[in-house]
């Protein structure tokens, strides 16, 4: 069983790892965990720049909103983090960002349907976009679990940006890493035509336990120099 202590480093890691791939900027977004057992949440505290963040920055509230510890106040989008935790008990991690290319398309109103063996692989289906709503109370949260799907562990939120989940905060990196991945790939594709979709008995659909994927496809060591990730992201985001 975790710490709080540990809790509240991992989501430090997975505010740095949103900063450091390009996902947020100055204090925008945020990424939050929850202990279950203890009924806690730890989140981003609200206006801090990442660069200056430490794991003690963390905000801990129960799942009323009340801050328990920390010297800041929490995110303002403590309220959509509570609700979704409150109705997903699934779910262990949230990350809420305006990545540039996931965000444009949102602006649009624009689902992201499956027409990469990428978002087939990551996301199982297409990645809803949720209806513009308001920020007031936990307006959003609602929203996010009303329209979120069965699999795609990721939802963008028209004219705003993106919220993703996992069973972790770590998880949940990957989420929000993984959808502006593929929304850039869709939107340069934009540029050019028009995507078709996958066929609809593509194998990816269905991943492999990780366990059994990884013994059936040994992984090969990447060579530093193909490493793409921007800023060190590699640190946070390894599947």
Same mark, same amino acid.
């Given at each position: 069983?975790?710490?709080?202590?540990?809790?509240?480093?991992?989501?430090? +890691?997975?505010?740095?790892?949103?900063?450091?791939?390009?996902?947020?900027?100055?204090?925008?977004?945020?990424?939050?965990?929850?202990?279950?057992?203890?009924?806690?949440?730890?989140?981003?505290?609200?206006?801090?720049?990442?660069?200056?963040?430490?794991?003690?920055?963390?905000?801990?509230?129960?799942? +009323?909103?009340?801050?328990?510890?920390? /010297?800041?106040?929490?995110?303002?989008?403590?309220?959509?983090?509570?609700?979704?935790?409150?109705?997903?008990?699934?779910?262990?991690?949230?990350?809420?960002?305006?990545?540039?290319?996931?965000?444009?398309?949102?602006?649009?109103?624009?689902?992201?349907?499956?027409?990469?063996?990428?978002?087939?692989?990551? %996301?199982?289906?297409?990645?809803?976009?949720?209806?513009?709503?308001?920020?007031?109370?936990?307006?959003?949260?609602?929203?996010?679990?009303?329209?979120?799907?069965?699999?795609?562990?990721?939802?963008?939120?028209?004219?705003?940006?993106? %919220?993703?989940?996992?069973?972790?905060?770590?998880?949940?990196?990957?989420?929000?890493?993984?959808?502006?991945?593929?929304?850039?790939?869709?939107?340069?594709?934009?540029?050019?035509?028009?995507?078709?979709?996958?066929?609809?008995?593509?194998?990816?659909?269905?991943?492999?336990?990780?366990?059994?994927?990884? /013994?059936?496809y040994p992984r090969r060591p990447?060579?530093?120099?193909?490493?793409?990730?921007?800023?060190?992201?590699?640190?946070?985001?390894l599947s």
């Amino acid at each position: 069983m975790a710490t709080l202590e540990q809790l509240r480093k991992e989501v430090w +890691e997975a505010n740095l790892g949103i900063w450091r791939g390009g996902l947020v900027t100055m204090h925008s977004g945020n990424a939050s965990g929850i202990d279950r057992r203890r009924g806690l949440v730890v989140i981003k505290p609200s206006g801090m720049d990442y660069d200056r963040m430490r794991p003690a920055d963390m905000v801990v509230t129960d799942l +009323e909103g009340r801050k328990l510890k920390g /010297r800041w106040k929490p995110s303002v989008d403590l309220p959509d983090h509570l609700y979704i935790y409150k109705h997903c008990p699934e779910i262990g991690g949230v990350i809420h960002t305006h990545s540039n290319y996931a965000t444009s398309l949102a602006l649009l109103g624009r689902s992201i349907p499956v027409v990469l063996t990428a978002i087939a692989d990551e %996301f199982g289906e297409e990645i809803p976009c949720v209806p513009y709503v308001d920020n007031r109370a936990d307006h959003i949260g609602k929203a996010i679990v009303k329209y979120m799907g069965k699999k795609a562990p990721a939802i963008l939120l028209a004219q705003h940006g993106t %919220f993703a989940w996992g069973a972790t905060p770590r998880a949940a990196l990957k989420a929000a890493v993984m959808i502006e991945d593929v929304a850039t790939t869709v939107h340069l594709a934009l540029l050019l035509g028009k995507p078709r979709p996958l066929p609809p008995a593509t194998p990816l659909t269905v991943r492999l336990p990780q366990r059994t994927h990884d /013994r059936q496809y040994p992984r090969r060591p990447i060579p530093p120099a193909r490493l793409s990730w921007p800023h060190g992201l590699n640190d946070y985001c390894l599947s």
